[in-house]
């Protein structure tokens, strides 16, 4: 669903660090305040009456692209006593300084709150602060490692799960039937080749007949890279740095480096920035690594270019970039009507509606299922059967990174390092810049 990823120029680490400071302390003031708050007791008291008995206005926050635009209108009409209000931030980023600005205050939180699986650990540690969503009738609903990763240590589900991000290559057919290479996608997958140096093998055949740069950002092709490491930058044990003394993390740094700068093959265009926006109309590119809430956001901003497709392959066998979960803040004063909302949203049969209107992937194991989802074909993308392109997809993913209570900020100024080199700092300057950052962190 969605991008998921953080947002290339979002505010400089320092900057960062001092709005988490500032945020842990209003937090950890919230923690020691008794449990018995007039925000948490309305909720509670909401919660153990069955809800409000008058009309109920619900707001909903979410960021980038859930495809609940059409879905809202869908659940006001089966729940005549519930109107909704949705506020979408632009971008996680946004989204996810919002949520915890909002949780330290201790109030202006949504009803219902979406929450990305990257900032999902830092959630957790305040996860008294959220109703518990376990409840018989959605028992089951998720692949277990959906629910898994949005389950506290006392067992409470704070989350619902909505999508996940299987990942396969996005490219354009056109491009690379004038280079003369290749361009149906059963051909370009296996050009591709199912590791990381037979995709950018592939990347300097295209390169070597053609103009246009073979991937969009090395810090998106980074992305898909690092989510292939078990633990690339925490302990699981502990949640203790490892990010600098990971082998693993240094060689994919260098090896996407390698292959975006002295190779030529990235466009430099970092994704959600205007230029990048604006390229997908002037060829910006001929590739580019694609969960399935990608193809909505491809469709979006390359209205009226054809030749986009999707070849059923991902180097280094499987990933998964994204996923999101809907929880429901104890400063809801409506948390009974909160929770059917988020149900209801994340119902099988919702997700495999947002998935065919914007590609958000669905979680559920019911969905996952659907004759309806896997003989879906998006039009713009040759007829692409992406339905059954993204199931294939995500049975090949074999491993769920961790991702501890650091990790957003970890990734947050990798991703600033990879920004530098594209604009001309020199790799092993801005690693060790990056390195610096990360010991600031903690």
Not at 275 to 300: H, N, R, Y
Request: proline share 5%.
């Amino acid at each position: 669903m969605t991008s998921r990823s953080t947002r290339i120029g979002a505010p400089t680490l320092r900057s960062r660090h001092a709005v988490l400071a500032s945020l842990t302390v209003g937090l950890m003031a919230l923690t020691a305040c008794s449990s018995g708050s007039s925000t948490e007791g309305a909720a509670t008291q909401a919660g153990s009456t069955g809800g409000a008995s008058g009309p109920v206005t619900l707001t909903l926050a979410t960021f980038n692209q859930f495809g609940y635009e059409e879905l809202i209108p869908e659940f006001e009409k089966s729940h005549p006593n519930i109107k909704v209000t949705h506020k979408k931030a632009a971008t996680s980023n946004e989204a996810r300084d919002n949520f915890f600005t909002r949780l330290s205050a201790g109030s202006g939180m949504a009803d219902v709150e979406a929450v990305e699986v990257d900032w999902l650990p830092e959630m957790l540690q305040y996860s008294d602060k959220f109703n518990d969503l376990n409840s018989a009738d959605v028992q089951g609903r998720w692949l277990d490692w959906k629910a898994k990763a949005a389950t506290d240590s006392d067992g409470h589900l704070i989350g619902y799960g909505t999508d996940s991000g299987p990942e396969a290559i996005c490219y354009r057919s056109d491009l690379f039937k004038a280079a003369g290479l290749p361009s149906d996608r059963e051909s370009v997958a296996k050009l591709f080749g199912n590791t990381w140096e037979s995709y950018f093998a592939a990347g300097k055949q295209f390169k070597a007949k053609s103009k246009v740069p073979f991937f969009d950002s090395i810090g998106a092709t980074y992305q898909g890279m690092v989510n292939q490491i078990p633990a690339a930058y925490e302990n699981p044990s502990d949640d203790s740095i490892t990010a600098t003394d990971n082998a693993q993390v240094k060689k994919v740094y260098d090896q996407v480096v390698q292959a975006g700068i002295t190779d030529g093959l990235s466009a430099k265009l970092q994704q959600w920035g205007d230029d990048w926006t604006a390229s997908f109309q002037k060829d910006g590119f001929a590739t580019m690594l694609c969960p399935g809430w990608m193809v909505g956001v491809i469709e979006g901003n390359a209205k009226g270019v054809k030749g986009w497709d999707v070849a059923n392959t991902f180097p280094g066998g499987g990933g998964n970039w994204g996923g999101s979960y809907l929880t429901v803040p104890k400063q809801s004063a409506h948390p009974k009507e909160a929770r059917e909302l988020a149900a209801w949203l994340t119902a099988p049969e919702q997700q495999v509606k947002a998935f065919k209107k914007v590609g958000t992937f669905p979680s559920q194991k019911q969905a996952l299922e659907s004759p309806d989802l896997l003989s879906f074909k998006v039009a713009s993308f040759n007829d692409a059967p992406t339905g059954q392109i993204f199931a294939d997809r995500a049975k090949a993913v074999t491993m769920t990174p961790y991702k501890g209570t650091h990790y957003f900020a970890i990734n947050d100024a990798m991703q600033q390092a990879l920004t530098r080199v594209e604009q001309g700092t020199s790799p092993q300057d801005s690693w060790d810049k990056w390195v610096g950052d990360v010991k600031a962190i903690g």
